[in-house]
């Protein structure tokens, strides 16, 4: 057995297929903070960067008192921001910490979306300086920092992290919930976008190409999938949108799996981010990808046979690639196939067979 612990403050029981509640330690302030926040309609007065900040530091907080009482175990592994104040007992505990992060660098992350809003005219809220600082100094504690993609990695080691200090294993998709349905086709050329709408998304870029290539409003369709942020309204208010822009909302999985086998291709042009799932979801749908070199999709696409990946704000090379299907209709079916075929080894289960490895190797060296 791995797992001694799992200590969450999310836990559900569609969550016990996964790990089993024995392992179990749920925090529930997050619950009751929420709900506090909504009841009273505090969310007018503190935004929610402030609300989730004392969110993850009550977390940290309670996890401390919680490892005084575990004895000695072999590997902790915490999210980045949530577990700082913990690491002297885990310290104490004899274990060796590694940190898990999902995104770049947060030197690098702050950097790349403050261009970006920079870039739109947005006042850039950036990173609260206390949560900066807890986070280089969990780096800095941190016997390994484990990573989702070169992508991510890289962006370490321009910040001066060690490569000694490195690790990396992709995420893995759900098998089961995508790609179990044959496609399906109206005769529109649909492209889907899947996520958060908004500018570290690069949604401004595909609205962009989108309304540069004018395709038959007919005969095509942009579909956006995920809930529409502010960063994104405030350029939405001077862009004159196409008529063939369907912006979906949220969704939950079994409804993004049938909108997958539904679309033709997937773009996601981010900015910035670790690893996107939805790159892999829809590879496991069967539809060929275009995404940039900021969503670490190199982890998963070989250019030209799954996909193609571009560079960041780049909305004239974005146009030319989505104009390449809609013009070589035969290619989507055989690039999707080999997206198919190629997502397979990227499951989680080989997920858990590789962090498993990884995380006996570091204890081998103890």
């Given at each position: ?351 858990g067979q590789k962090i498993f490895d990884t995380y006996k190797k570091i204890i081998e060296?103890?």
């Amino acid at each position: 057995m791995a797992l001694k612990k799992l200590y969450t403050g999310s836990y559900t029981n569609k969550d016990s297929d996964y790990v089993n509640q024995k392992f179990i330690e749920q925090n529930y302030y997050f619950d009751y903070l929420s709900d506090f926040f909504l009841k009273f309609r505090f969310y007018k007065f503190l935004n929610k960067s402030k609300l989730h900040t004392i969110k993850d530091n009550l977390f940290d907080y309670w996890l401390s008192k919680k490892i005084k009482k575990e004895g000695e175990f072999d590997i902790f592994v915490g999210w980045a921001n949530y577990f700082f104040n913990s690491i002297k007992q885990i310290k104490k505990a004899g274990a060796k910490v590694i940190i898990e992060c999902g995104s770049t660098h947060i030197l690098e992350q702050q950097k790349l979306l403050q261009e970006e809003y920079q870039k739109f005219g947005l006042n850039f809220s950036p990173i609260c300086k206390k949560n900066l600082e807890k986070v280089l100094a969990e780096y800095n504690v941190a016997d390994y920092i484990m990573t989702c993609s070169n992508f991510t990695y890289k962006s370490f080691l321009k910040h001066g992290i060690s490569a000694n200090k490195m690790l990396k294993v992709p995420y893995g998709v759900n098998l089961d919930i995508f790609g179990k349905k044959s496609k399906k086709s109206d005769g529109k050329f649909r492209v889907i976008c899947v996520g958060l709408m908004c500018l570290r998304k690069g949604i401004p870029y595909l609205l962009k190409a989108w309304k540069k290539l004018n395709l038959p409003e007919n005969k095509s369709e942009l579909l956006l999938v995920g809930n529409v942020q502010k960063d994104l309204k405030y350029f939405l208010k001077n862009f004159d949108l196409p008529g063939n822009v369907v912006f979906y909302g949220s969704t939950n999985r079994k409804s993004l799996a049938d909108l997958y086998i539904k679309s033709d291709i997937f773009v996601l042009p981010s900015i910035e981010e670790g690893l996107s799932m939805t790159i892999a979801e829809a590879m496991a749908s069967g539809l060929p990808i275009i995404c940039t070199t900021n969503t670490g999709g190199e982890e998963l696409i070989e250019e030209g046979k799954q996909g193609f990946i571009l560079p960041i704000r780049d909305s004239e090379f974005l146009a030319e690639k989505i104009l390449w299907f809609y013009e070589n209709k035969s290619f989507i079916q055989e690039m999707g196939m080999s997206a198919k075929k190629k997502i397979k080894n990227f499951s989680w289960d080989v997920y858990g067979q590789k962090i498993f490895d990884t995380y006996k190797k570091i204890i081998e060296k103890k």
